[in-house]
């Protein structure tokens, strides 16, 4: 794949300031794969790699690219648990991250710095076929089998491709990737893509609250065009950084979680730039689907407009596909997964004929745009990072105090939601509250730690018996017969 | 309730941390409830309790306990 990146792109460790051009890029890469082949990994292996070192992360992924294996990145915030689980799912051949683990071959983060090792004069080609899985994306980690999104070289530069043919070249020239680079929109959209446009990247994951109390004067110094983000981290950028100044900015790509008409032109303002594009993007169709920028009509709630490539339609009542009206929104796209990590099953029940089921419920107008105006799937997005409620629920019920879990989305006026979770414990249990949250920091990524726990006397059940989840949630806005213990 | 005792409070409601009353040593680099998102709860709650916006250099300076009572007091 780094075969394809052209020699005029770079990457700038925005932290430190560091700059690397393609021929060290390269040379890293070499004296990676070197490295992986020397860890015992080998073509159609899978390599796990969770570390925080974003430019270490790039050459890690191109590396594993360059000997044929794919990759499984992973937050580097991966709980002892967390990974135990992972690695008996996925069985990677070799971890690559800073915590050494006794049954695994292991290697430390890549140092991007050290590519002072003579690189070959002609590119070396990665030695795997288009449709070998290159990248694996999981997409929970606690539960029994964790989800693992697979896509192939072949839907990767697809996607990419089809991202570089809708955004202007200009706009993409100094880009800002904030977003962590083990989820699709951060690592697909925000760095791949301008890298492979063969522009210069700039990488600042997990800025924290002082770095973008400071994104203002950092897009002016380093004349920054393009950034993607998350709606959570606009209301934390505009709250505490002054505004850019210099007019850098070109384009501003927002998306992974609903963006109301006020902060879309919230953000119009702050940014200095009408070209506010709402995104729409799923992790198993290699993140952006499509999206509507507000220069080219304005702002509506839940409005992410045309597919960038493929089709997007909503099946009807009748169960029929249609180009209009309102349904479950499904996709066929050239950026479309393989499918789930040794799931064919529930492969299967995503995908039908071709077209993916994306569990969000949308309306398209009589223009084609698509307006998203609610989900099916339980799933949680707390700032962009979705949660599946099951897995929660999964795993408090792992723990032996409780009976039972339920948990779902609270919201908040800064992250969009938060996590909350209703649990029914033991006669005879002796955790409580704070307790079993400090538990859930020892077994699941802090991402993902609940924010409320509420003990209860009883779940609610539908008519079938069922958890009813909504209702729960209801129960817990109005603290209405759930009383806390 | 002084000023400390105020910024305890609302560290821990902020950040919605188990106990009323954050650590005396609770701080951006000890917490790690206290991400981006924490921090702006903090900075709109201390907003709410003074009753005025706060300056951008005195959000950079919220750091920890003791910084976030001198806002306060």
């Known amino acids: ?485 | 309730m002084n000023a400390l005792d105020q910024a305890r409070r609302i560290i821990a409601e902020a950040l919605a941390l188990p106990t009323d009353l954050a650590p005396m040593d609770g701080s951006m680099e000890t917490l790690p409830e206290w991400d981006s998102i924490g921090h702006v709860r903090i900075v709109l709650a201390v907003e709410a309790a003074i009753g005025r916006p706060l300056p951008p250099d005195a959000m950079l300076g919220a750091i920890d306990v003791p910084s976030v009572a001198a806002l306060l007091d």
């Open chain 1, 1 to 485: 794949m780094f075969a394809h990146v052209p020699a005029s792109a770079r990457v700038v460790d925005a932290r430190t300031g560091e700059t690397f051009d393609r021929a060290a890029l390269a040379a890293a890469i070499h004296d990676r794969a070197v490295a992986l082949r020397g860890g015992g990994a080998t073509r159609g292996d899978r390599v796990a790699v969770a570390h925080g070192s974003p430019a270490g992360m790039l050459i890690d992924l191109f590396a594993i690219w360059r000997i044929g294996a794919a990759a499984v990145l992973l937050s580097k915030n991966i709980t002892a648990s967390e990974r135990a689980n992972v690695i008996a799912t996925v069985r990677p051949a070799l971890w690559v991250g800073p915590v050494e683990d006794g049954h695994l071959p292991h290697l430390p983060p890549a140092e991007p710095a050290s590519g002072a090792s003579l690189a070959s004069a002609a590119d070396e080609l990665d030695d795997a076929t288009l449709d070998a899985p290159a990248l694996i994306l999981m997409t929970s980690g606690t539960t029994a089998t964790p989800k693992g999104v697979v896509h192939s070289r072949r839907s990767l530069a697809a996607r990419i491709a089809l991202n570089i043919a809708h955004i202007p070249p200009d706009a993409l020239a100094e880009t800002l990737s904030l977003l962590p680079m083990h989820f699709g929109h951060g690592l697909i959209g925000n760095c791949l893509t301008p890298l492979l446009a063969g522009t210069r990247l700039h990488l600042m994951p997990d800025p924290g609250p002082i770095g973008l109390a400071r994104l203002g004067p950092l897009i002016d110094a380093q004349g920054i065009s393009f950034l993607s983000s998350v709606p959570s981290l606009w209301r934390v950028a505009m709250k505490t950084s002054p505004k850019p100044e210099r007019g850098s900015l070109q384009r501003v790509h927002v998306g992974s979680a609903p963006l109301s008409v006020e902060l879309w032109r919230a953000i119009m303002d702050w940014a200095g730039t009408e070209h506010v594009v709402n995104m729409y993007g799923i992790t198993e169709t290699a993140n952006w689907i499509g999206g509507h920028d507000a220069a080219e009509a304005p702002p509506a709630d839940g409005l992410v407009g045309r597919a960038w490539g493929g089709a997007i339609r909503v099946i009807g009542e009748d169960g029929a596909l249609r180009d209009r009206g309102r349904g479950e929104v499904v996709v066929a796209t050239p950026g479309l997964m393989q499918g789930y990590l040794d799931q064919p099953t529930l492969t299967d029940v995503a995908i039908r004929g071709g077209w993916f089921l994306t569990g969000d419920t949308g309306e398209i107008d009589a223009d084609g745009r698509l307006s998203i105006v609610g989900r099916l799937k339980h799933e949680i997005n707390r700032g962009g990072i979705k949660i599946p409620a099951e897995e929660i629920d999964l795993l408090l019920e792992r723990h032996p105090d409780v009976v039972e879990a339920c948990a779902f989305a609270h919201p908040d006026p800064i992250s969009g939601e938060t996590i909350a979770v209703a649990v029914v414990l033991r006669a005879e249990a002796s955790a409580d509250e704070a307790a079993l949250r400090q538990w859930c920091r020892t077994q699941i990524r802090a991402e993902a730690v609940p924010e409320y726990i509420r003990v209860v006397e009883a779940l609610p059940r539908n008519e079938r018996g069922k958890l009813d989840r909504r209702r729960t949630a209801e129960l817990f806005q109005t603290r209405r017969s759930m009383p806390a213990e």
